[in-house]
């Protein structure tokens, strides 16, 4: 279902996103060799309680941990370990916040030291086709629009593109209606209307578009080991456009 936000909900939405867009602008510079990644995750849970709000993936369906973290071929859903970063490794955060009662949804990739310069321009990549996709999502256009936004970016540098995970409807729960793939066609399916607040995520790999989920039962990888980038941005939908709400 797709819930319609007013105004004053969409303050709140954005009061959580300011909390996770900090939360991410915070991790990003601790992102250096050495780093555990637990510790990435001990700081975010810290910070984010700090501002009264709590971790949303904590416990969301029995996930381990307040980050999702995923390096190098794990695509999403990877959590926090004693796993230390390695120069050239790729790390996807992805981080939710709840503060009252509504919930903010993003996730940035960030290369660690100096990455290979194909891997570098699938994550500068990844991030645009993000962007494209936020400019697609204008009231009276349709869901396949924004979609396309992201396929037609990963297409033109021949990415894989991630088919079994997709945004998302965002709001008082963390998975809402509709469901965003990344890919479609455009002026098909939903028109999108003002008061729409959903989580545009494209996954882009550098090789093939197939995952598996690891034994772990969360860790989602490429079957081909390329590395996978993930930039996540959670936008309400206004008469004037997309207003992103996880910004620092
Ligand atoms: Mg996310
Ligand atoms: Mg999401």
């Known amino acids: 279902m797709i819930v319609l936000k007013t105004k004053a909900e969409i303050e709140k939405m954005r009061a959580a996103g300011k909390v996770v867009g900090q939360t991410l602008a915070m991790l990003r510079k601790m992102v250096v060799p ?5 510790a990435l995750n001990e700081a975010a849970e810290r ?4 501002q009264g709000a709590a971790p949303t993936f904590k416990g969301y369906h029995g996930f381990p941990a307040g ?3 995923s390096i190098n071929e794990q695509v999403v859903h990877g959590f926090p370990s004693a796993r230390r970063l390695q120069e050239g490794d790729i790390i996807s955060i992805d981080c939710g916040a709840t503060l009252n009662g509504y919930i903010g949804d993003s996730a940035i990739t960030v290369c660690v030291g ?4 194909e891997v570098m321009a699938l994550v500068e990549t990844t991030e645009k086709a993000l962007y494209a996709a936020i400019a697609a999502a204008k009231p009276g256009g349709r ?8 396929e037609e970016v990963a297409l033109a540098s021949r990415y894989g593109i991630v088919r079994e995970y997709c945004g998302h409807g965002v709001g008082r729960d963390l998975h809402e209606g509709p469901q965003v793939p990344n890919f479609g066609t455009p002026g098909t399916g939903p028109q999108i209307r003002s008061g729409w607040t959903i989580a545009i995520e494209p996954m882009l ?8 989920v690891l034994g772990d039962g ?3 990888v490429t079957q081909d080991g390329s590395p996978s980038a993930h930039f996540e941005h959670s936008i309400a939908v206004t008469e004037a ?8």
């Open 114 to 117: 100096q990455c290979a310069p």
């Open 218 to 220: 969360w860790t989602v």
């Open 34 to 38: 050495g780093v555990k990644t637990s």
């Open 241 to 248: 456009g997309a207003d992103i709400l996880t910004l620092p």
């Open 143 to 150: 869901l396949g629009d924004i979609s396309y936004a992201v």
């Open 67 to 69: 980050l999702c973290i």
């Open 205 to 212: 790999n550098l090789g093939g578009d197939a995952v598996s």
């Open 47 to 50: 910070f984010i309680r700090k």
